[in-house]
T-cell receptor, first 115, second 113 residues
Framework: DARVTQTPRHKVTEMGQEVTMRCQPI?????VFWYRQTMMQGLELLAY????????DSGMPKDRFSAEMPDATLATLKIQPSEPRDSAVYFC?????????????FGPGTRLLVL | GQQVMQIPQYQHVQEGEDFTTYCNSS?????IQWYKQRPGGHPVFLIQ?????EVKKQKRLTFQFGEAKKNSSLHITATQTTDVGTYFC?????????????FGKGTKLSVIP
């Protein structure tokens, strides 16, 4: 049963610290999305990649956030320095495009708390 | 930017009652998808609608896509406690980032046994 995996599942850190979140997309999927979910804003798209190339990162605060895909099996989202307002659940999702049904498969998320 | 508005934000129903959530976009959508997120979980794909006026059913769930492809609804008949969760619509716009979805804020459904 293919799944998107994310690590860590939970992270508590202090303001100013660097946070790195990792995602392993479903094998064979060529598109990876990073979302942030908060009560106030809902699900926001931060960035996404196709065939490891960044296609859109306009939803991401550029000064502190960075997203990369070092290889087809790993996507990373980094926050440096972290701030309390970054506290949220960060989801990675993957998909295979183009195809008729454009399903996004979400990982379990990283629950981040910045103190 | 493009937005997908979803109402209501919350819905509390007695078990056995029906439930409907609505999504609306100001511009035409290429397709619309629906996802369900259980408490503490992650969004899980339910269905995709592509054609104008399309109606699809999954057991007690009925999904509709408006004729103008600007609105959609999800209707659950005779809710059960297993239906608890947040239901999101997600719209895809033509010409946008090719695979990008814009999510509504979701409707959180509570079912009282």
């Amino acid at each position: 049963d293919a799944r998107v995996t994310q690590t860590p599942r939970h992270k508590v850190t202090e303001m100013g610290q660097e946070v790195t979140m990792r995602c392993q997309p479903i094998l064979g999927h060529n598109t990876v999305f990073w979302y942030r979910q908060t009560m106030m804003q809902g699900l926001e798209l931060l960035a996404y990649f196709r065939n490891r190339a960044p296609l859109d990162d306009s939803g991401m605060p550029k000064d502190r956030f960075s997203a990369e895909m070092p290889d087809a099996t790993l996507a990373t989202l980094k926050i440096q320095p972290s701030e309390p307002r970054d506290s949220a659940v960060y989801f990675c999702a993957s998909g295979l495009y183009p195809r008729a049904q454009e399903t996004q498969y979400f990982g379990p998320g990283t629950r981040l708390l910045v103190l | 930017g493009q937005q997908v508005m979803q109402i209501p934000q919350y819905q509390h129903v007695q078990e056995g009652e029906d439930f409907t959530t609505y999504c609306n976009s100001s511009t035409t959508l290429s397709n619309i998808q629906w996802y369900k997120q259980r408490p503490g979980g992650h969004p899980v794909f339910l269905i995709q609608l592509v054609k104008s006026g399309e109606v699809k059913k999954q057991k007690r769930l009925t999904f509709q896509f408006g004729e103008a492809k600007k609105n959609s609804s999800l209707h659950i008949t005779a809710t059960q406690t297993t239906d608890v969760g947040t239901y999101f619509c997600a719209g895809k716009y033509s010409g946008a980032g090719s695979y990008q979805l814009t999510f509504g804020k979701g409707t959180k459904l509570s079912v009282i046994p």
